[in-house]
Structure formats: C-alpha cells, structure tokens
C-alpha cells in the first residue's frame, strides 16, 4: 500500500511539473503587444469564393461544408473573411477547426459578429483541452467584434473554434506562432531527473 502511495505521488509531481500553462488576451493591442513575431493571415490575397482545405501548411476544417473566402462581410482586414460554403457565414452550431503541421504556443482570431456580450460569446478549444473564451472588442470604428487570443507554456497542434453565444460569425485576421518559450528536452531530463531523485530520497526515508 505504501509503495503504491509513494508511486502514485511521484507520477503527480511529475505530472504537476509539465502541466501546461496559459495566459489570455482580452484584446487585439494586448496580444499583438506580447506576441510580435506571429504569423497572420487575413485570406486577403485569395480570390473570393475559394475555397480552402489546406493553406501555408494549415489543415481547415468545418463541421458543416468547406471553409469559404468571402468579400459579402465586414472584415477587420478588408477585402476577405472565412466563412463556410454552405451560408456564406458560419451558423452558431458550426465549428471551425485550425490543424497545424507542427505545435505553436500562440493563437488568435477575431469573429465578426453582432454579439456585444463581455465575455463568453465565442470559445477556442485547444488539443491539450485548454477552453478560451472570447472577449468583446469591437472592429475599429463598429459596434460590433470578438476577439479571442491565448499564449501556451506547452506546444498545441489543433484550434477548433465554436459558438455558444448563440450568434452567426465571420472570421477575419488568424494569428499564430511560438512566441512563448517551451522547456527545451534538456530541461525536461534535468526536470525528470530531479524527480527521480527526489522519489529515491522519499523511497529510502519511507523504508526506514
């Protein structure tokens, strides 16, 4: 019993030690502040009406049709939106899934949208179950846009964004990077190592 007490400690330290961590924006100035070096793209050089399975790398994915390039929208980087095939727009039980080829520590995008609630309106659920949720902040010179962005200790491969606040949306302005530091596979050695160490110091205390 004592031996399993004492496993099962070890592997929760362990596990405590590479949880990930995550920090979100509730605007577009915070986020562009903290993460300079990120990618964007506003779908502005494509012709409207392409469509889009696979762009620079990055697999798009909706739950409903294809993902659409469209001019028919309000844009925070005009000419283009994302949509999807079937409307034009996404409708709020539609979700739109973002796969990278390789993990980022960085994502944002902004939803067009006539929801003016705070917080909540619009959520980007990651691949390591991270859930963050929209803020308000309007286009500049609109009434009108959400925003969601987050940064991540840990590398993230997937981005599926959905609707719970029950509004339509348009997508404008993707961003995506790895501007936040991830512990290098030395120090996760050193880290494991300490671990280990530490287990044998408790296991020999235990057996006395």
Do not use: H
């Not at 993460?35 to 409903?64: H, K, M, Q």
């Not at 390039?69 to 000419?79: E, G, I, Q, R, Y």
């Not at 286009?139 to 940064?151: E, I, K, L, N």
């Amino acid at each position: 019993m004592k031996k399993a007490t004492f496993l099962l400690a070890v592997v929760l330290v362990f596990a405590a030690a590479l949880n990930a961590s995550t920090v979100t924006y509730t605007d577009r100035v915070s986020f562009y502040a903290a993460n300079p070096s990120v990618t964007i793209e506003g779908w502005d050089t494509l012709a409207n009406g392409t469509l889009i399975t696979t762009l620079n790398g990055i697999t798009y994915s909706t739950n409903d049709g294809t993902a659409l390039v469209t001019n028919a929208f309000l844009a925070l980087s005009p000419p283009n939106t994302l949509g999807e095939n079937v409307n034009g727009f996404f409708l709020p039980t539609d979700t739109m899934t973002f796969v990278f080829p390789s993990p980022i520590t960085v994502f944002g995008i902004s939803f067009n949208t006539f929801d003016t609630s705070t917080t909540g309106g619009y959520t980007a659920t990651d691949n390591l179950g991270d859930v963050i949720k929209s803020f308000y902040d309007p286009f500049p010179g609109q009434g009108t846009g959400q925003f969601v962005g987050f940064s991540s200790t840990v590398g993230f491969t997937t981005v599926t964004l959905a609707a719970p606040g029950g509004f339509s949306y348009t997508l404008d302005d993707l961003a995506y990077g790895g501007s936040t530091t991830i512990p290098e596979p030395g120090s996760l050695i050193l880290l494991g190592s300490g671990v280990l160490g530490f287990a044998g110091f408790l296991r020999r205390k235990l057996s006395l």
